[in-house]
């Protein structure tokens, strides 16, 4: 009796332990990503996994270039605008289906749309629509011309627009979907994407597989699954042993050890952000009519609570700019995953103006700028030191003593400042620090989504400040208005250039870095291209 | 005894009460505002206001804590703020699986634990009894979240006999119906299931067992050591019985009242020791729920997961209590 109880252990035990199912099926494809999607329906989530997942799901009028933020026909196959720029006429591709069987048509890119600004419309109340008000609030509606015909109107010209069709925000749903589930389409997605919904176990994955009537060639993946494992030292071990084929967000002290493994290969991008710190010029304004523009007679510039003489003057800005050593910084605190920032924008990005020279390390010339300017002994500051690390500001406190002992060096003593975030976000919108820490990840792909957003004169209202160096440039703004309202390429980077050119030379950031997107696959897995804006096309994957 | 459980069972009215009172207030204290978290930190302030009204948070608390409370009492957790589901259906989904890592962990403590204890009274001040109780100081201060990763390291990624994080195998196709797969996958008849399940469940119930398997050894020897010198056991080996029968059929049996004590609330434990756990290994449970709604301050989340582990505990310890009747006769509730 013991003994066969023993060897019936002894079966189990071997049978537990026999590496079975380990080697992956091919054809399928598992991502280990960091977390779970809150939803999926793509009008109606704001996380990165949400986003990640549909872009393979749904589609939208316009898509991204491989690798780009440059826009391509996708579900329109062309259109035109009008010649004041308010009206831009789709023609609908014919002959694709959604996943359903449903036809797409211009009902349905009607329907994606209006669901999200008409109050009225039937299907308004399933959802928050939160990028809807911020990103496509110079929409003013979108209506059908013919079956393969859409005319979207605009309240105003918006050359940004075009960039922000291509968002996960605008891809078309299937009517017919959403009627049949109602408020829980967002857990049964159905798009005219390469890939299919399967099915979405809480916490642990979500499957896909490839969409058979696709209106392009077939993906060639069968199955595509995303699987969640949080700790980032767990998702590259089960890379590591071929649990999963890819995974994002590698630590960076596990660069070298990917490097090293000739199994896996490490695919680095600039990232669509830029970390800065920001030095309070003194004055902004305040917007009493809340329109975000400032209207130059009724809104005159007021000093900024954080107002500090020293910094309102151009050449301390500039020595500041020149006794930082950037390089150091990027190369030891970011620990090689970012580049050198020189412009307040990334350098893929329309309108960079990349022969700007950034201020080299000097601390003798920083020291005869401060001397000129009145300031031979230097003066003491405070800085804003942001209480937690985002993608573009690894590790805040270890940048700010980096500042602080480079300054120290052209006699300026540094002392630091440190809130909850909350309200560390609210304290420099009103203006209250005389410089801080701070940074930016884009939207949507749009240089107007960098340039208006962080640099102009408008975004200096105290309050609501997105220019946290409260630069009040009213040429500048001009500039940055008249490229919004252009639908020319060449005309609205020309514009952003000249506007980059204005914002080094007055030196009210220093700009420090673009972090990097760092992902890792197994070394038979090609094809994936690391998009800017973080969203993952796996359509073009192909495991070897 | 009836009259004591049902005595018990209402005893846990003011207890979760308090819990439910700390579970809404606490959540609240911290910084944060769910509304923001879901609109994204760009969207304009009538978003967020919409969202604030829609889930009455901008209610007095006092009005909140109300209509909350009255949900709570029909039976009803509320919806999650970021998900939109119904937090009881969300919570009893993960159930399962948190349940099966407890249990296994348990039973991988109880047999390690006990045996430990066993071997080591009966072999006191032997260098067997010092390396047991060394290695029992060691189980109970090691971080759960390191152990994990080493035996990740170990076990998966150099002798790569075990998997490393999940729940199942994603190249095995798999019905669900209870949720708790092993058995799903004996209902089903599929074994690639059942050995795959089982193989992702080792890892990590072997890293949730330590601490209450250190816990169990020392009770149990010390328990064990007090029994083996009470005049019975004297009696017994008086009586010309062999040493195995006094330690195992009448020592065992008498130290045993302490031990599961300590089980009970060991249980209640693993339960929330399984939020480190979980998040190690990735595993889909409710302890995972709980930190994510936490990160999000999704209220309604954070609330109904303390409650409702609260009440497991509150269960368990009833449990207990009901157990010692079985083991020492004596034990009468009044």
Redesign the interface.
Known sequence: MKSKLFIILLLTVGLVFSVVGAASASGTLVFGSSGDVSGLDPADVTDGESIQRMDNIFEGLVEFESGSTLIKPCLATSWETSADGTEIVFHLREGVKFHDGTDFNADAVVFSFARQYDTTHPYNQYGEWPYWGYMFYDVDRMEKIDDFTVKLVLKRPNASIMTSLAMFTVCIVSPTNAEKYKEDAFKNPCGTGPFKFVEWVKDDHITLEANENYWRERASLDKLIFKVISDPSARLMALEVGEVQGIEYPNPADLDRIKANKDLKLLTEPGMNVGYMAMNEGYGYIDENKNGVRDLDSEPLVKTPGYFEPLTKKEVRQAINLAIDKQSIVDNLYMGTAIKAKNGMPPFMLGYNDAIEDYPYDPARAKELLAKAGYPDGFEVTLYVMPVSRPYMFDPPKIGEAIQSYLAAVGITVKFYQVDWGTYLQETMEGNHQMCLLGWTGDNGDPDNFMNVLYGANACSIGTAGNYAFYTNNTNQELLSAALATYDEEKRAAYYKKAQEMIHEDAGWVYLAHSNQNMVFKSNVNGFVINPTSRYFFYPVVIE | MKWYITKRLFMLIPVLLGVSILAFSLIRLA???PA?T???????P??IS??RE?YGLNKPLTTQYWIWLKQVLHGDLGRSI???EFVAK?IL??FPNTIELTMLSMFFAIIAGCIAGIISASRQYSIFDYSIMGLALFGVSLPV?WL??ML??IF??WL????????I????SFQ?ITGFYLLDSLITGNL?AF??S??YL?LPSIALSTIPMATIARVTRSSMLEVLRQDFIRTERAKGLSERMVIYKHAVRNAMIPVITVIGLNFGLLLAGAILTE????W??IG??VV?GVTMRDYPVVQGCVLFFASMFVIVNLITDIVYVYIDPRIHYG
């Open positions: 910084p944060g505002d923001v879901i609109a994204g930190q760009h969207a304009s009538q978003v919409a969202i829609k970021v998900s939109n969300e989904e993960r979240f994990g990763i990740m390291m998966g990624v790569r006999w075990l998997p490393i994080s999940g729940r195998s994603m190249m095995i669900r690639a050995i795959s089982l193989r080792i998040t190690v290994f990735s889909p449970g995972r729920y994510n």
